[in-house]
């Protein structure tokens, strides 16, 4: 079945650590979003892409990265810069281009720092 | 600016109709969305209005006036369910760049 599948679901590291959520679809969509979700507060765009090899900054791309080698795969790195790094990160995917229709996410990956 | 608002929480009976507002303020909006998140989960796609007017889709409708800035979703016949959040979010720029609000915690009691 077409999907987005993230991994791991929950993640614990320590402070000063580099982590990398992975996000894999199946769906042939052009364009990948990485999200983040912290309690009482909306969806946050970290980084977006909308071809392979290619990705932007969204509104909170500050001590994070991203890479996009296949159309397939989005990893987000949070690295040891990010000031508050635990949270709810979400990854979507939709077909590339204006108006083109819904976000499909996945299920999720929770980072806890300790 | 492109702020988003609505609600923060609700409460509504089950059975009854709810109807949850979302204004925004901006000028480069091109669409807004509907999901549904239950606590824990992604969100899941609801509806989508690019025109002005009211969509229906079974239980639950979006309406979206752009020259007000305005749109409700509307659920009928609530059920258990139905308890989540509610996340507006217009489609920023020419791509599907989402910009979200805070989202509306429903609770749906008997």
């Known amino acids: 079945d077409g999907g987005i599948t993230q991994s791991p679901k929950y993640l614990f590291r320590k402070e000063g650590q580099n982590v990398t959520l992975s996000c894999e679809q199946n769906l042939n969509h052009d364009a990948m979003y990485w999200y983040r979700q912290d309690p009482g507060q909306g969806l946050r765009l970290i980084y977006y892409?909308?071809?392979?090899?290619?990705?932007q900054k969204g509104d909170i791309a500050e001590g994070y990265s991203v890479s996009r080698e296949k159309k397939e795969s989005f990893p987000l790195t949070v690295t040891s810069a990010q000031k508050n790094p635990t949270a709810f990160y979400l990854c979507?995917?939709?077909?590339?281009?204006?108006?083109?229709?819904?976000?499909?996410f996945g299920e999720g990956s929770r980072l806890t720092v300790l | 600016g492109q702020n988003i608002d609505q609600p923060t929480e609700m409460t509504a009976t089950e059975g009854a109709i709810v109807q949850i507002n979302c204004t925004y303020q901006?000028?480069?909006?091109?669409?807004l969305f509907w999901y549904q998140q239950h606590a824990g989960e992604a969100p899941t796609f609801l509806s989508y209005n690019v025109l002005d007017g009211l969509e229906e889709k079974g239980r639950f409708s979006s309406f979206l006036s752009r020259s007000k800035g305005y749109s409700y979703l509307l659920l009928k016949e609530l059920q258990m369910k139905d308890s989540a959040s509610y996340l507006c979010a217009g489609v920023s720029g020419g791509y599907n760049k989402l910009i979200f609000g805070a989202g509306t915690r429903l609770a749906v009691h008997p």
């Open positions: 892409s909308q071809i392979v090899n290619d990705f």
């Open positions: 901006t000028s480069g909006f091109n669409g």
């Open positions: 979507a995917s939709s077909l590339a281009g204006p108006n083109t229709g819904e976000l499909f």
